[in-house]
Structures are given as C-alpha cells and as structure tokens.
C-alpha cells in the first residue's frame, strides 16, 4: 500500500460509510473518518471496517473540517473522497509517483444514462498537504500556499462516480452558506468562485428570479473566463424562461466582451431565442462551428454537443422539415442518452 492518507467527511452516513471505506481499503495506507455529529452509527460502522473516527464540532465550514483532518493524517500525502463518491481504479498509483508530483487529478463523473458517461471533468482528490489547504464555507477548493512554484500535477486513468444524495433541505443550507461564503472574500476573483456555485444552487432549487437578482446586484466582471461563462450561463436561462431577455441584450454583451470562452456564442443564442429566433440560430451555428475543448464537452456532453442541434430543430420546422430533419438526425447521432436519442429518432420519422 502506498503511503497516502484517505480522510473522509460524515455525517449520518450509516447506510454507505463502509461501501466508501472499502473502496479505499489497499490502495491507502489508512482510512481517516471526520464524524461532523452523527446520530446513528456511522462510527461504529466505519470502525468496523478499520477506519479511525475522530470528532468535529460542526461550525458552518466544510474548509474547516476538512483542513482539520490534516491534523489527524499521519502522511503527507491524502486522498478526500465525500460520502456520495464512488471510487473506480483502472491504474495504480506508484510510490515513485508521489516524488514527482504535487497533486493527481482524475475524472469525476456526475451524471451517466446506464453506461453512458454524461458529464465528467477533473478533479483532484490525491494531493500533498503541506502544499495545499482548503478554503470556502461550501462548495470548497483546494488552494496552494506558494503560488509562485510550478504545480506538478499528473491525471491518473481513475474514476470517481458522484452518487448525489442531496436533499432540499441541504440544498438550502448550502445555499445559505454560500451567501455567507460570498461577503467573506477578499477579491473579485474569490467572489466570483462563490457567485458561480451560488447561482448553481439556486438554479438546482429552480428559483430563476434569485439567479436574476443575485447576478445583477453581485457580478463582478473582471474575473476568470470559466466562472463567468458558467454565472452568465445559469443567468441568461433563467431570463430565457422568465421571459425576461428584452432589456439585457447589451448588458450581457458587456459582460462576455473580453472573454475568449467559447460558450459566448451560446449564451448569446439563449439570450435572443425567446426574441429574435433569426439572430439566435446565427449564434447556435456560430457555437457549433467553434473548436469545443474536450474538457468541456465532457462536463455537459447534452449541453454543448446536443442541445445547440435540437434548438436549430425546433427553429427550422415551420420554414423547412428536411432542415429540421437534419438538425434532429445530427443530435440522435450525437446524444449519449439512450431516451432522448428514440425519442429523436421518433420524431423524424413521423416527420
């Protein structure tokens, strides 16, 4: 076994701690459990398996419970895996690899239609800790303490596959804290991480009004390319369905003027499709004529890859079927969902 520490955070988690630990278990060194205030017997159960459980007084920061595992670790290297993860290894990982690098980051994969992998992108799970720290209320990053070394990172061929358990009552909470989260950063750049994950909670809450208010009263348009295209994503869906696009067309504009991303073109055709379908369907064919990073198209394989072909679709159907034909044919083809790729395949053919 590798000299790598695996620390895990729970709570009431009785029901998988062991499938977690066991996915674990000779691959590391030792297994770790941060037990935030259980009820049941989620530490009983995790000593069963070999872990050792340590106790945290929840105080509203996940940053802080998982910085105090490292206190409770005995290598420099750790492994953090949540609950609702799921972990596949298809390379091992050699001692060797742990002199050369800093951190390892594999493909964590969100969301699948049985074998279909729908979205995935990377993360890093493996890393050294006297090189990293955590920072955030929620949704968490790992930061490094000396930004002026090159970071030596390798992509392991593993995978992590997220089984989301999250409840309404948590997506709340979780939101509260990112609110709170927000007005403790220091820096634009750190807000707008913040903003990102706010206004994905919002969106998993399906409240479209918040998104709205929450952009336009906190968006802070200096910062990284990714996060804003993701914030100005969540938000002009939510104009398109409130049916609220007319007054934000030169706004959003001014947002996405000095950003590169790709997804400009995209978040542009969102924003005129409830208006001027015309203008939109230019911007659909702009986003599909665009070189889309791998990395992207595998975080929201439907989103990037197929949707653009189905609104085109819809447009086209009261000018010309064949066109619309087409446009639908092209996402059956592309679309990892074996549902929506018949129910495609339906629809041309009663054309």
Same mark, same amino acid.
């Given at each position: 076994?590798?000299?790598?520490?695996?620390?895990?955070?729970?709570?009431?988690?009785?029901?998988? /701690?062991?499938?977690?630990?066991?996915?674990?278990?000779?691959?590391?060194?030792?297994?770790?459990?941060?037990?935030?205030?259980?009820? #049941?017997?989620?530490?009983?159960?995790?000593?069963?398996?070999?872990?050792?459980?340590?106790?945290?007084?929840?105080?509203?920061?996940?940053?802080?419970?998982?910085?105090?595992?490292?206190?409770?670790?005995?290598?420099?290297?750790?492994?953090?895996?949540?609950?609702?993860?799921?972990?596949?290894?298809?390379?091992?990982?050699?001692?060797?690899?742990?002199?050369?690098?800093?951190?390892?980051?594999?493909?964590?994969? *969100?969301?699948?239609?049985?074998?279909?992998?729908?979205?995935?992108?990377?993360?890093?799970?493996?890393?050294? $800790?006297?090189?990293? @720290?955590?920072?955030?209320?929620?949704?968490?990053?790992?930061?490094?303490? *000396?930004?002026?070394?090159?970071? +030596?990172?390798?992509?392991?061929?593993?995978?992590?596959?997220?089984?989301?358990?999250?409840?309404? +009552?948590?997506?709340?909470?979780?939101?509260?804290?990112?609110?709170?989260?927000?007005?403790?950063?220091?820096?634009?750049?750190?807000?707008?991480?913040?903003?990102?994950?706010?206004?994905?909670?919002?969106?998993?809450?399906? =409240?479209?009004?918040?998104?709205?208010?929450?952009? #336009?009263?906190?968006?802070?348009?200096?910062?990284?390319?990714?996060? $804003?295209?993701?914030?100005?994503?969540?938000?002009?869906?939510?104009?398109? $369905?409130? *049916?609220?696009? /007319?007054? @934000?067309?030169?706004?959003?504009?001014?947002?996405?003027? #000095?950003?590169?991303?790709?997804?400009?073109?995209?978040?542009?055709?969102?924003?005129?499709?409830?208006?001027?379908?015309?203008?939109?369907?230019?911007?659909?064919?702009?986003?599909?004529?665009? #070189?889309?990073?791998?990395?992207?198209?595998? +975080?929201?394989?439907?989103?990037?890859?197929?949707?653009?072909?189905?609104?085109?679709?819809?447009?086209?159907?009261?000018?010309?079927?064949?066109?619309?034909?087409?446009?639908?044919?092209?996402?059956?083809? =592309?679309? +990892?969902?074996?549902? $929506?790729?018949?129910?495609?395949?339906?629809?041309?053919?009663?054309?």
């Amino acid at each position: 076994m590798l000299p790598i520490s695996c620390f895990i955070l729970a709570r009431n988690e009785g029901q998988g /701690i062991q499938n977690i630990i066991n996915s674990v278990i000779g691959v590391v060194d030792e297994v770790i459990v941060i037990d935030t205030g259980s009820t #049941d017997e989620t530490k009983a159960l995790a000593h069963q398996v070999g872990a050792l459980v340590f106790d945290f007084e929840w105080c509203d920061d996940f940053s802080a419970a998982r910085n105090f595992a490292y206190t409770k670790t005995k290598h420099n290297f750790v492994m953090f895996l949540d609950c609702d993860l799921e972990l596949r290894i298809k390379t091992p990982l050699s001692a060797s690899d742990l002199s050369l690098y800093d951190t390892f980051s594999v493909d964590l994969i *969100n969301q699948w239609d049985g074998d279909k992998k729908l979205s995935s992108w990377p993360e890093n799970i493996v890393y050294d $800790k006297t090189k990293y @720290h955590w920072q955030g209320l929620v949704s968490e990053f790992l930061e490094r303490y *000396n930004t002026k070394d090159v970071e +030596r990172v390798k992509k392991l061929d593993w995978e992590v596959w997220h089984h989301s358990k999250e409840t309404k +009552r948590k997506s709340n909470y979780y939101l509260s804290l990112l609110e709170k989260d927000y007005t403790l950063q220091d820096t634009g750049v750190a807000q707008a991480r913040v903003l990102m994950y706010w206004v994905q909670q919002l969106s998993d809450l399906g =409240k479209l009004w918040d998104i709205i208010s929450t952009v #336009d009263q906190n968006f802070v348009k200096n910062c990284a390319a990714d996060n $804003k295209a993701n914030i100005l994503e969540y938000y002009v869906v939510a104009l398109m $369905k409130e *049916n609220k696009c /007319i007054g @934000h067309f030169e706004k959003v504009k001014d947002y996405l003027s #000095d950003t590169k991303d790709v997804r400009k073109d995209l978040i542009m055709a969102d924003l005129y499709m409830g208006v001027e379908q015309s203008i939109a369907a230019q911007y659909y064919l702009a986003f599909l004529n665009c #070189d889309v990073p791998s990395a992207l198209a595998e +975080r929201n394989w439907e989103r990037y890859m197929v949707y653009p072909y189905i609104m085109l679709g819809n447009m086209s159907m009261p000018q010309d079927k064949e066109v619309a034909k087409n446009f639908f044919r092209l996402a059956a083809e =592309k679309t +990892r969902m074996k549902q $929506k790729r018949d129910q495609l395949n339906n629809l041309i053919k009663n054309f």
